[in-house]
């Protein structure tokens, strides 16, 4: 069962499914088509269904849906209510390893017998590639299951500009 759910949760479904247990509240279908930025209320209403079939959501008495489980998802990781791609973790951990490179060739700045080797810069520059390569990778995976905050301020920043027309400031 738990790969059936991972093979049916991506793109629009991963990105509903993603809002929903960040809005750590009950949704409506209007909420979900704005935080996902979905093209309209039916979408959000078909990928909410779907969620409901897998078990992942309900519907509470007031008809919006509610997380019933997180769900295992391939590749990325529940930290608190926010997805993360394990690239980044993979990032992290090269990041760390390029610290310690850099320390090692800052000491031998201070420490006059210790003695670098070329191979070891070498060794600096794969890492610095792999952690920028898993950070890159990591961050767009992110970016694609981000869920979107709600539109207030957007909604706000259109208001003040009919506003501003209206007055002709």
């Known amino acids: ?72 998802i391939n590749g990325h990781v529940w930290v608190g209510r926010n997805l993360v791609p394990r690239l980044m973790f993979y990032s992290f951990f090269f990041m760390g390893a390029f610290a310690a490179e850099v320390s090692i060739i800052l000491l031998s700045l201070v420490i006059k017998g210790l003695v670098i080797q070329s191979s070891f810069y070498f060794l600096m520059g794969m890492t610095a590639v792999a952690m920028a390569l898993f950070f890159v990778e990591g961050l767009a995976l992110y970016r694609k299951i981000k869920p979107k905050e709600a539109t207030k301020n957007k909604i706000n920043s259109q208001y003040d500009y009919q506003v501003c027309l209206f007055i002709g400031g």
């Open 1 to 72: 069962m738990a790969g059936a759910i991972t093979e049916e949760l991506e793109g629009n479904t991963l990105n509903v499914y993603a809002y929903v247990v960040h809005a750590n509240k009950p949704v409506g279908t209007r909420d979900v088509t704005r935080g996902a930025s979905l093209s309209s209320t039916s979408v959000a209403h078909r990928h909410l269904q779907k969620l409901e079939a897998l078990g992942l959501i309900e519907k509470n008495a007031y008809g919006d849906f509610v997380l019933k489980q997180k769900a295992n």
